[in-house]
């Protein structure tokens, strides 16, 4: 079981909501845009922890997107 959210979930559970993230961060978050900046970064052993993007505009807390902080095995 892992942890998400707060929540402890099984390994298939796990495996699908990345498969949504990743698909998410394809078809929403990562789509070149005018007037926004994207930002993607992968770390522990290359789980996104950063996908999405911010408007050029926008002056506070704009970012749209996932931002993982942890993820552990139980």
């Known amino acids: 079981m892992k ?10 559970e796990f495996i699908y909501r ?7 961060s394809e078809q929403e978050w990562l789509i070149k845009r005018k007037n926004a900046t994207s930002y ?5 052993n290359g789980l996104i922890s950063t996908s999405g993007f911010v408007k050029t505009e ?6 749209v997107g996932i ?3 942890s993820i552990e095995a139980m």
């Not at 990345?18 to 998410?24: D, F, G, N, P, V």
């Not at 926008?58 to 970012?63: I, M, N, P, S, V």
Request: one cysteine or more; charged letters at 35%; aromatic letters at 10%.
């Open 67 to 69: 931002t993982i902080k």
């Open 40 to 44: 993607f970064e992968e770390v522990n």
């Open 58 to 63: 926008c002056l506070d807390d704009c970012f």
């Open 18 to 24: 990345s498969q949504i993230t990743y698909e998410k």
């Open 3 to 12: 942890k998400s959210e707060g929540l402890t979930v099984s390994d298939e």
